[in-house]
């Protein structure tokens, strides 16, 4: 494979690349260079984190990086998930290796590694320190929403170790790339940024949209604006709002019905979850989407693009529910090895919905 068809695989399907000659340059001088993605560990996989998430690791893995799925317990410990259960957030995160395996992310190229073996290290916390005094507190406090939190009021002290801690395990695990979606922006800038005072190599980074929750904004969307990242997070798909979300292993009844609730607003895309699952999911994977019409309202409709398929939706020759039907339809094929997995391992997903 060429470098521009590796970069093109790199590439795809972000939002946002810092910086496309940086990346080149690690594919062309690194045999194996080292990517990551970070979660923290709580309920249940859904359709952000398994299918626009995956892909793209899949993608990163075709182009030859290790990819390593990092499993964020410490993390998740101090944000106070799953109660601070260390425990439950370990099992939560047995559960998310299982949800991706399930959905054909594995093999030699990817990696699993817990927070809490890098905090087993002595030089680990060497790290943390250093990029905590590289950096002013106004700082960090700025970069505390990617855990959910405004640096507003009364806040845990502990929550000032999470942006450091987050930098540290970008430059201990020899990261070339890091990975997330638009939320981790601040986490990977911060990475960079004290880099150059540390005198390392900044990590280069991509970043992918983040899912609108089925809910929608709540609100009319003009056509020309963008939503900024603060109302983005605020209305993304969240495991921590189950009602917002499409899970890896919902039935094929539970996808349609989830489907046919959720926000669609005719001739709108800025802001409805349910045109971006066709542009970052289903042309992601696919050439060409049909949905599927009954012939006294003109028959079938079949778009080879995203682009293609906006302009006819913007003019309002699209129906809402004709194109969520068809969406519920390719999204629980794209589901099948997943829920088949877990109908075997029911029991697991019972668990972790227990945490």
């Not at 799925?69 to 559960?95: C, P, R, T, V």
Request: charged content about 30%; proline content about 4%.
């Amino acid at each position: 494979m060429s470098i521009e068809e590796r970069i093109k695989l790199v590439t795809k399907n972000t939002e946002e690349v810092i910086l496309e000659e940086e990346i080149r340059k690690i594919l062309e001088e690194k045999q194996k260079p080292r990517a990551y993605i970070g979660y923290e560990l709580s309920g249940l996989v859904h359709l952000g984190t398994g299918i626009l998430c995956g892909n793209k690791i899949k993608d990163l893995m075709k182009a030859g990086f290790e990819v390593i799925i990092f499993l964020a317990d410490w993390h998740s410990w101090i944000n106070n998930k799953l109660g601070a259960d260390m425990e439950k957030i370990q099992l939560a995160g047995e559960y998310f290796k299982k949800a991706f395996e399930s959905l054909g992310v594995k093999g030699p190229n990817v990696k699993y590694i817990w927070a809490s073996e890098l905090a087993e290290k002595i030089t680990y916390w060497e790290k943390v320190i250093r990029v905590a005094k590289a950096n002013t507190l106004t700082r960090v406090l700025r970069t505390l929403p990617v855990m959910g939190r405004k640096a507003e009021g009364e806040i845990e002290s502990g929550f000032i170790y999470y942006p450091a801690m987050q930098v540290a395990d970008i430059y201990d695990m020899e990261i070339d790339l890091a990975y997330g979606g638009m939320d981790q922006r601040k986490a990977h800038m911060l990475a960079r940024d004290t880099a150059e005072k540390l005198g390392r190599t900044k990590p280069s980074c991509i970043h992918t949209p983040l899912l609108t929750g089925l809910q929608g904004f709540g609100k009319k969307m003009d056509a020309e604006s963008v939503p900024d990242l603060a109302d983005q997070i605020d209305a993304k798909m969240s495991k921590s709002k189950p009602e917002t979300c499409i899970f890896i292993h919902d039935s094929e009844e539970e996808v349609e019905r989830k489907i046919k609730k959720a926000q669609c607003p005719p001739k709108q895309v800025i802001g409805n979850p349910i045109t971006e699952m066709v542009q970052y999911i289903v042309f992601d994977m696919f050439d060409q989407f049909k949905i599927e019409r009954d012939e006294k309202f003109g028959g079938n409709l079949i778009y080879s693009s995203y682009e293609s398929f906006k302009e006819s939706y913007l003019e309002g020759a699209i129906h809402p529910l004709d194109l969520k039907m068809s969406l519920a339809k390719i999204l629980n094929d794209i589901l099948k090895p997943s829920r088949e997995y877990f109908d075997k391992h029911q029991d697991l997903v019972e668990e972790v919905k227990c945490l």
